[in-house]
């Protein structure tokens, strides 16, 4: 996979100008990096502010498949940041990383579903660098490093998941679960099923399916800044 990929010193939204590109049929991998983002978007439309030395960049993916998969996605592209930043990268559903606990990474998704379809989505990745020395580390040597060795993850997990399907991401991501026996708002966390939604038992001792598919659609943007 190409990536094709555009830097600004300064720009509102890297989402944003990301999303303008998809609509103009831009292929997948074109990806937009701001080295300062001033009006991000997070979660249920929350302004997350990316001051230089964090990473914000968005990136187009033109994926075939099955709008109910867009929840297989996030969780890859979560995995793929995992690995990046290392062994202490730990996961929270649907969305987050997280480094000795502490959240330090947020993804966000756009989709374009008309007419039915998943036309394209934009991916939207934050990481807080200043909230996780462990990343900021490898960043302070070298930003770029840490951009291409993301991307070149997110590549090698993207053609698996084309190849092979989402089982075996599935179970990596089981691996670095920060929710494991955790008592969750909804629930106790129980696992993860084949279409990424969470699996939860309630009070009555019943398991319970989130959907990541409801969460996505419903909200249509997820980031680092929730």
């Known amino acids: 996979m190409h990536w094709d990929i555009q830097v600004f010193t300064k720009l509102n939204s890297t989402q944003d100008e990301c999303k303008r ?14 080295i300062q983002q001033v009006l991000g978007r997070g979660r249920h439309g929350r302004i997350w502010l990316s001051e230089e030395g964090n990473l914000a960049m968005s990136f187009i993916l033109r994926p075939r498949c099955e709008i109910v998969k867009i929840g297989q996605i996030s969780i890859m592209i979560g995995v793929a940041l995992a690995q990046t930043i290392g062994k202490k990268a730990q996961l929270k559903w649907p969305n987050d990383v997280l480094v000795d ?3 330090c990474a947020g993804i966000l998704i756009d989709s374009d579903l008309s007419g039915g379809a998943l036309n394209w989505l934009v991916i939207g990745i934050g990481v807080n660098v200043a909230s996780a020395p462990e990343i900021g580390a490898v960043l302070n040597v070298d930003g770029d490093k840490f951009r291409d060795a993301l991307l070149a993850n997110i590549a090698q997990l993207y053609m698996r998941w084309q190849r092979d399907g989402f089982a075996d991401i599935r179970l990596e991501w089981l691996a670095r679960t920060y929710e494991k026996g955790m008592a969750l708002n909804v629930g106790a966390f129980e696992s993860l099923d084949e279409l990424g939604n969470l699996i939860v038992r309630d009070r009555q001792n019943q398991l319970q399916t989130i959907s990541a598919g409801d969460v996505f659609l419903k909200d249509r943007d997820y980031a680092a800044g929730d």
């Open 21 to 34: 590109l998809a609509v103009d049929g831009v292929p997948e991998g074109a990806v937009v990096q701001a």
């Open 101 to 103: 606990g502490r959240k």
